[in-house]
Nanobody
């Protein structure tokens, strides 16, 4: 599976961005998908994940109510709508997929990773 993330950029605090992750090489309909991020000097952390059909989602407490993860199995994509962005959201965001139906928050459970896209939120 190859994953290609896009949509990062520079935005002011309070603004919005939408990240997308396109997959190729395998249909995503049987894969759980997630977003993780890594800020400079920090460990990678879980952001959000979505189950097979899109009905089951999981979010980090830090983004709950501000970010929304969704998937389009027909287009083999997963998106992350990020609203009310804060400077502490600045990081490289990466998408990942795993076999299984549970939207896990553990990065070691994900099998394939895409390259990251940089999100910078200015104060």
């Amino acid at each position: 599976v190859q994953l290609q993330a896009s949509g990062g950029g520079l935005v002011q605090a309070g603004g919005s961005l939408r990240l997308s992750c396109a997959a190729s090489g395998r249909t995503l309909s049987r894969l759980t998908m997630g977003w993780f991020r890594q800020a400079p000097g920090k460990e990678r952390e879980f952001v959000a994940a979505v189950g097979l059909s899109g009905g089951l989602t999981r979010y980090a407490d830090s983004v709950k109510g501000r970010f929304t993860i969704s998937r389009d199995n027909a287009k083999n994509t997963v998106s992350l709508q990020m609203n009310s962005l804060k400077p502490e959201d600045t990081a490289v965001y990466s998408c990942a997929v795993r076999d299984g139906s549970i939207p896990s928050s553990r990065d070691q459970e994900y099998d394939y990773w895409g390259q990251g896209t940089l999100v910078t939120v200015s104060s």
